[in-house]
């Protein structure tokens, strides 16, 4: 089932995109949990982790990559971030298409693990 995000990968609906290449899109969260929080998704609609295949592997590879990327455009290079990606209702899943959300910009809290 499409999601939100795939409107906003398609301009159907605005956000603050702040990072783009053929496959990535990464844009701030409408309700931010950090002074940088954003969401970096794959342009291909993945549900989760756990309907990614083998074949998404060069994808998922990608998406990290991204993150420490934008995480250093944002200004995060020397300060550190924190990825997040939630799988799943009980972890709090609400868009149902894989995005890793970046978060920096302050000392983080609470720290779980
Ligand atoms: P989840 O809870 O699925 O891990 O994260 C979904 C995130 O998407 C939430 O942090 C929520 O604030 C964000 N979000 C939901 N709808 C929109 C939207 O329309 N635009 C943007 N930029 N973020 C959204």
């Known amino acids: 089932m499409e ?5 906003i990968i398609r301009r159907e609906i605005p956000a603050d ?8 899109l990464a ?9 940088v ?4 998704v794959p342009k291909q609609s993945i549900r989760n982790l756990f309907a990614a295949q083998k074949s998404d592997q060069m ?6 990559l991204a993150a420490a ?10 300060s550190g ?3 997040i990606v939630n799988n799943g209702e009980a972890a709090g899943q609400t868009v149902f298409h894989l995005h890793l ?3 920096g910009g302050s000392v983080l809290t609470p720290r779980i693990v």
């Open 69 to 78: 990327e934008v995480a250093r455009q944002q200004g995060l290079g020397e």
């Open 37 to 40: 929080h954003i969401l970096v």
């Open 17 to 24: 995109i702040v990072y783009e290449t053929e496959s990535i």
């Open 59 to 64: 994808i998922l590879g990608e998406l990290m």
């Open 27 to 35: 844009f701030r969260d409408i309700s931010p949990q950090a002074p």
């Open 81 to 83: 971030f924190r990825l």
């Open 101 to 103: 959300h970046i978060l």
């Open 3 to 7: 999601s939100v995000f795939s409107k």
